[in-house]
């Protein structure tokens, strides 16, 4: 079974100021997919990562692979009220296991006006 | 695009009542889909994976006799929990692989199911 580390669990900070959040994993993934959800609402897709060492922007926020397809970051810089959210790594195993996603347990992010 | 459809988005229901969720892909065809329940403050929990034409494969602990999947095209799959019980209230989110399984999955804006 792959686990999926995600940290931090929950972040509340300014207006302004910027952020990381790890997605870490002893497994290899194929692929790592970020997602941001709203309450009562289904997760919207923002990236998907496949090769390793790859980094992909989008806007303010900065997705990053490791090396090795283990771990992926999301930093944001200088957040908006509007990124408030859930905040969802999930990875793809290879070979048979590639059309499930294993998900982290979420980052919850509160950016104060 | 890769656009997902669920319905309803939300139903209230009495206790012994069974609901049917619906989960269309408008825009491509889906052979594989995903049921996944999501608890508050917590994120996605896969109940299950839904393939076109044959029977679903559901996760360990998830009652297949509680949760009935039907894939019977390639852009409907239907979740129905039959004789719901409050605790069985819960957001249940669908999604979809687009083409022949690759990733990512395109998720469906859920379904909030209260059992009273």
Redesign the interface.
Same mark, same amino acid.
């Given at each position: 079974t792959q686990l999926l580390e995600q940290s931090p669990q929950f972040l509340s900070i300014q207006e302004g100021e910027n952020l990381t959040v790890y997605c870490n994993s002893s497994s290899v993934f194929s692929s790592l997919q970020w997602y941001r959800q709203e309450p009562g609402e289904g997760p919207v897709l923002l990236v998907t990562v496949v090769t390793g060492g790859e980094v992909k922007k989008l806007k303010r926020l900065t997705f990053q692979f490791g090396d090795a397809r283990k771990d992926s970051s999301l930093h944001i810089t200088a957040a908006q009220p509007g990124d408030t959210g859930l905040y969802l790594c999930a990875g793809a195993a290879g070979g048979a296991g590639s059309y499930q996603l294993t998900f982290g347990k979420g980052t919850k992010l509160s950016v104060i006006p | 695009g890769a656009v997902?459809s669920?319905h309803p988005s939300w139903v209230i229901c009495k206790s012994g009542t069974s609901v049917k969720i619906e989960c269309r892909s408008l825009d491509f065809q889906a052979t594989?889909m995903?049921w996944y329940r999501q608890f508050p +403050?917590?994120?996605?929990m896969?109940m299950a994976?839904s393939n076109e034409g044959s029977k679903a494969t559901y996760e360990q602990g998830v009652e297949k006799d509680k949760f009935l999947i039907n894939h019977a095209s390639l852009t409907l799959s239907t979740l129905t929990v039959t004789s719901a019980h409050p605790e069985d209230s819960s957001?249940y989110?669908c999604?979809a692989?687009k083409g022949q399984? +690759?990733?990512?999955?395109?998720?469906?804006?859920?379904t909030?199911l209260s059992i009273l």
């Open positions: - | 997902v669920q594989t995903f +403050k917590q994120s996605l896969l994976t957001f989110i999604s692989l399984g +690759k990733q990512p999955q395109h998720f469906g804006d859920g909030r």
